[in-house]
């Protein structure tokens, strides 16, 4: 069994874990959308099996093959294997929906999300990542003045104009 994971939201972002060995990749058969489950209050990204997709992310270890705090972490996903070696977090067809406006996402979330892909791909990442994720038609509640999102960083007026602009492109409906 692997030891390794592939992050394509907030895990992208290494302020939010200490996993060793982290490093960019991009996996086959998969695409990202928001979306919300009853067992989040609000949309969140998740991977669909999408067999002529790919998408980027970060690859880390699990330490020792301890998989517990990350379960935890994405307690409402389940784990699937990719191609690539690693597993990545998702939640089945039929168990999820679209972003609503009762489940809307947290610009908060979005921010360490973009965030993690400058870092890790640079303005033409942040751009791939917001042209290969569906749903941007999804209500977005701006929470950055004081962020719901649990683990929220503090990000640079650059990378909130970047966020910005890519929403706007996107047509994305804000709050």
Do not use: C
Not at 5 to 16: A, E, I, K, W
Not at 55 to 71: C, E, K, M, R, T
Not at 73 to 96: N, V
Request: charged share 20%; hydrophobic share 40%; no cysteine.
């Amino acid at each position: 069994m692997t030891h390794r994971f592939f992050g394509y939201g907030s895990l992208v972002n290494r302020r939010t874990h200490d996993y060793p060995n982290a490093a960019p990749l991009r996996i086959r058969g998969w695409k990202r959308a928001w979306a919300h489950t009853p067992l989040r209050p609000v949309a969140f990204l998740t991977a669909i099996p999408a067999p002529d997709a790919e998408i980027d992310g970060l690859a880390a270890d699990v330490p020792d093959g301890d998989w517990s705090a990350l379960d935890a972490r994405e307690a409402a996903y389940l784990r699937a294997h990719t191609p690539e070696g690693a597993q990545i977090y998702h939640i089945p067809d039929g168990h999820h929906g679209p972003a609503t406006d009762t489940h809307p996402i947290l610009r908060s979330y979005l921010d360490v999300v973009v965030q993690g892909y400058l870092r890790e791909f640079g303005p033409s990442g942040v751009a791939h990542f917001f042209d290969t994720t569906e749903g941007w038609q999804a209500p977005i509640r701006d929470d950055r003045a004081a962020p719901i999102y649990t683990r929220a960083q503090p990000i640079s007026a650059e990378e909130t104009d970047l966020v910005d602009h890519h929403l706007a492109a996107a047509r994305a409906q804000q709050s």
